[in-house]
Each structure stands twice: as structure tokens, then as C-alpha cells.
């Protein structure tokens, strides 16, 4: 592990930087911040990186297929994290995968989602399919969820599916998707991909810029 200055109890994240026996890097950060409702800290509050050299010189190095094997355990390990939805600080599971670090996410990550701790923002108790929503989906699709959640109360429409596929010629996924209303969410622009869900009668939007209650009407409507 990396050397924790002072008191690691007392600090507010602990991180730890080791390496398996097959020499693979493992990254663990443990938020410490002290939840407002109980005054601890939650010990449940990890992100792990589990980090595979795989460029061509690595590659070719005879301790890669230990890496890589240590790799597939670690990965395998640590999918089973959860995310704790009673929490009041900011924290989600999720699982991704990354070729290089400026394609993560930092919102993804339990000890950087938030500076501070919050009690407010989030509805107080979510409809269970709104918050396996909310669990399965992308951060960046939080807000979104939670205003739709709200405007379900009044205008009665259901919660998405996540990670709607609309046929195997399509390999991305929407975001979120309402099948019955052809209503499909996107993270980001992808040309291919949003003509190919327009084309089969869908409506696309993407999740930055949508209208909310516009957005809500259309989902009412169907």
C-alpha cells in the first residue's frame, strides 16, 4: 500500500497501489468521508483499478499471461462491488472498461463523484424500478432520471429499460429506452447510430440537452 501521512482512521480517503503475485497493478481508493446521517464513514465506499499494460512491447514480455490471468480474476472480483443507495454522498457502481485513462469517467468513480457530502438533490425514496434505473444506468444520466421520476408522479409514465439494444446490426446501446413509446436516450451524439434508431420509428434524444418536459408529455401521450 501506498504510506498514509497521519492517522489513516482520520483521513478522508485512504489509496493503496500493490501488485499481484503475476505482477499485475491494482488501484484501491476508500472514501472516508463520515456519512452526515450516521457520522462514519462508509467501509463499503471503494474503486478499484485493476490496469493491464497492453501495448505491443508489453504484450510481448513473458510475464504478460500472468498479468493478463490476474487480470481476468481481479476483474472478475470486483464487479461483485455494489453501490449503496442509502447513502447521502454521492456513490454508484459502476463496471466499465477502458483502453486509456482519459476515457474514464471521473463521475464514475465513488471518491471523486463529489466533494462534499449532501443530504439534498436526490429524491427521498425512489420507486423501485426508478431506482434500479438509477442503479443501472450512467452517471451522466442521473439527473435526468430524477427529473423524470419526478414528473412520472403527475403524469404517470413507467421507468426506462436500460441498455436498450434495438437489434444485433446495432452494437450501441441506448442509454435509456421506453419501448412502448419508441423514446430512446443517448449520452452522446453518434451519427450511425441515432439514424439507425430514427429510421426504425424511434425518438432520439441525448441526455445533455433534452427537454425535460417536453420529454415527459411525449412519454405520457403513448
Known amino acids: 500500500p501506498l504510506p498514509v501521512a497521519g492517522n489513516p482512521g482520520a483521513a478522508d480517503a485512504i489509496a493503496m497501489d500493490v501488485r499481484t503475485l503475476g505482477g499485475l497493478r491494482v488501484i484501491g481508493l476508500l472514501d472516508r468521508r463520515a456519512e452526515p446521517a450516521t457520522g462514519q464513514p462508509g467501509m463499503s465506499a471503494w474503486s478499484a483499478f485493476t490496469v493491464l499494460d497492453d501495448r505491443d512491447e508489453a504484450v510481448a514480455e513473458p510475464g504478460h499471461r500472468a498479468r493478463w490471468a490476474d487480470w481476468l480474476r481481479w476483474s472478475n472480483l470486483l464487479q ?6 442509502g447513502s447521502a454522498l454521492p456513490r454508484s457502481f459502476h463496471q466499465i472498461a477502458m483502453s486509456t485513462a482519459g ?7 465513488a471518491l471523486l463523484a463529489g466533494a462534499l457530502p449532501t443530504t439534498t438533490g436526490l429524491p427521498d425514496e425512489l420507486p423501485e424500478p426508478w431506482a434500479e434505473a438509477v442503479e443501472w444506468a450512467s452517471s451522466q444520466a442521473e439527473e435526468l432520471l430524477f427529473a423524470l421520476c419526478r414528473e412520472a408522479r403527475t403524469r404517470h409514465f413507467g421507468a426506462p429499460e436500460v441498455g436498450f439494444e434495438l437489434d444485433d446490426r446495432v452494437a450501441q446501446q441506448a442509454e435509456l429506452a421506453w419501448p412502448d413509446a419508441r423514446v430512446a436516450v443517448f449520452l452522446d451524439a453518434d451519427e450511425h447510430r441515432d439514424a439507425a434508431f430514427a ?4 425518438h432520439v434524444v441525448h441526455a445533455g440537452t433534452v ?12
Do not use: S
Not at 461483485?80 to 443507495?85: C, I, K, M, P, S
Not at 429510421?199 to 424511434?202: I, M, V
Not at 427537454?211 to 403513448?222: G, H, Q, S, T, Y
Open 199 to 202: 429510421e426504425a420509428g424511434w
Open 103 to 109: 476515457q474514464l469517467d471521473p463521475h464514475t468513480v
Open 211 to 222: 427537454d425535460v418536459a417536453e420529454l415527459a408529455e411525449r412519454l405520457e401521450n403513448v
Open 80 to 85: 461483485l462491488l455494489t453501490g449503496d443507495r
